[in-house]
């Protein structure tokens, strides 16, 4: 629940906490109105303290972002809590901080919610970093930097539902014909804490295993298989401890261990920047997220396209189209202009491998950007 996240995040936060209140609850409005854009509130230069939280899969992206931002920015003094996306979420709508940064958009409830934090309107969110989910393990002999087992949809989904308990199971053999597979039992790790990497990992599953996975998709983890780590840290700590275990993550993270080649189609396709941008820049706009300034991608999980890697992650920043304290506005007008311009974008893929937006998305986001009230 965001109330039991809150508690948490608050309890070990609070400096954090303190700080972005001075950044985002000051007593000066911005109204509604507003004649600059994005492309000029960028070249502005920003100064004061100002605090994010949230996603730890965009952690190395937003760390990069913050080094290359404040060395334009010199006066300008920014955090970022990796918190995990439902904590982020739910401090972002106390008030307590700037922006937040999520792998699930908002929910309507959300949204609903964000009115009594911004200073007019509700809160919107947009795509600001596209990374492939890598399906990791780590098996004695086998998994390593670069290597792949083949599996498909369905193999998946019985993994990690605990019905597929061993490495040597024909479902898993049949895919890896070349491979001698031990006998070892299979070990599943799964987030512990509200994710949008769970939410994301969980939607691919459930568009492409059918009968195979009958859980609703959330950002908890549905059933009692295996074990939870918290982050996305935690999940790759644990699945490199011992022999056998798999798990999901953002493939920033991936490191030495082994990942899944997933099928599409005919072919099994491994992670990559390339792959993950293709089915994005083929994937439709949620229609079901209408509020204003909204940009959310229905990620077609189930594409055939030619080298797609369709286990992707669309992690978006949230912010208020208009904000109690002008400089917060100005600021955040001016982050996330930066972050999502070809240049942000490069930063993020040089330092955690991840997919920079396509132009025509990028045109989308700037319009929800430039809407952000900072007079």
């Known amino acids: 629940m965001r109330k039991n996240a809150l508690t948490r995040v608050l309890a070990v936060g609070c400096g954090l906490t303190m700080m972005a209140a001075l950044a985002a609850c000051g007593n000066n409005t911005a109204t509604t109105s507003d004649s600059g854009s994005a492309s000029s509130e960028s070249t502005a230069k920003i100064s004061g303290q100002f605090s994010g939280a949230g996603s730890s899969a965009q952690q190395a992206a937003v760390e990069a972002w913050i080094a290359s931002y404040q060395g334009k920015n010199p006066d300008a003094k920014i955090s970022y809590n990796p918190t995990g996306s439902g904590a982020g979420v739910t401090t972002f709508l106390t008030g307590a901080t700037a922006w937040a940064g999520s792998d699930a958009a908002l929910s309507a409830d959300e949204v609903k919610q964000s009115s009594s934090v911004c200073a007019s309107g509700t809160a919107f969110d947009i795509p600001v970093y596209i990374s492939p989910i890598a399906i990791v393990f780590n098996l004695k002999s086998i998994s390593g930097k670069g290597k792949h087992l083949n599996l498909d949809g369905p193999t998946i989904a019985k993994i990690f539902d605990g019905k597929i308990t061993t490495w040597n199971d024909p479902a898993i053999k049949s895919s890896n014909p070349k491979v001698e597979l031990p006998s070892t039992p299979i070990t599943v790790v799964h987030r512990s804490d509200k994710s949008g990497t769970t939410k994301n990992f969980l939607s691919y599953v459930k568009d492409?295993?059918?009968?195979?996975?009958?859980?609703?998709?959330?950002?908890?983890?549905?059933?009692?298989?295996?074990?939870?780590?918290?982050?996305?840290?935690?999940?790759?700590?644990?699945?490199?401890?011992?022999?056998?275990?798999?798990?999901?993550?953002?493939?920033?993270?991936?490191?030495?261990?082994?990942?899944?080649?997933?099928?599409?189609?005919?072919?099994?396709?491994?992670?990559?920047?390339?792959?993950?941008?293709?089915?994005?820049?083929?994937?439709?706009?949620?229609?079901?997220?209408?509020?204003?300034?909204?940009?959310?991608?229905?990620?077609?999980?189930?594409?055939?396209?030619?080298?797609?890697?369709?286990?992707?992650?669309?992690?978006?920043?949230?912010?208020?189209?208009?904000?109690?304290?002008?400089?917060?506005?100005?600021?955040?007008?001016?982050?996330?202009?930066?972050?999502?311009?070809?240049?942000?974008?490069?930063?993020?893929?040089?330092?955690?491998?991840?997919?920079?937006?396509?132009?025509?998305?990028?045109?989308?986001?700037?319009?929800?950007?430039?809407?952000?009230?900072?007079?």
Request: hydrophobic share 40%; with cysteine.
């Open 208 to 375: 492409v295993a059918g009968s195979d996975w009958s859980y609703e998709v959330g950002e908890n983890w549905p059933n009692q298989v295996g074990q939870g780590a918290k982050g996305t840290d935690g999940v790759v700590n644990t699945v490199s401890q011992a022999d056998g275990t798999i798990g999901y993550a953002d493939a920033s993270k991936a490191g030495d261990l082994g990942t899944a080649a997933v099928k599409v189609g005919d072919a099994y396709v491994p992670y990559s920047a390339e792959a993950a941008a293709k089915v994005v820049d083929a994937s439709p706009l949620d229609k079901t997220a209408t509020e204003k300034n909204r940009v959310v991608v229905a990620v077609d999980h189930a594409t055939t396209a030619a080298g797609a890697y369709p286990v992707v992650l669309v992690s978006y920043g949230i912010a208020c189209p208009a904000y109690k304290d002008a400089n917060t506005a100005k600021f955040v007008k001016s982050w996330f202009s930066y972050i999502v311009s070809a240049e942000g974008q490069k930063v993020a893929a040089d330092n955690a491998g991840s997919a920079p937006m396509s132009d025509s998305l990028r045109q989308k986001v700037t319009t929800s950007i430039d809407a952000i009230a900072t007079k």
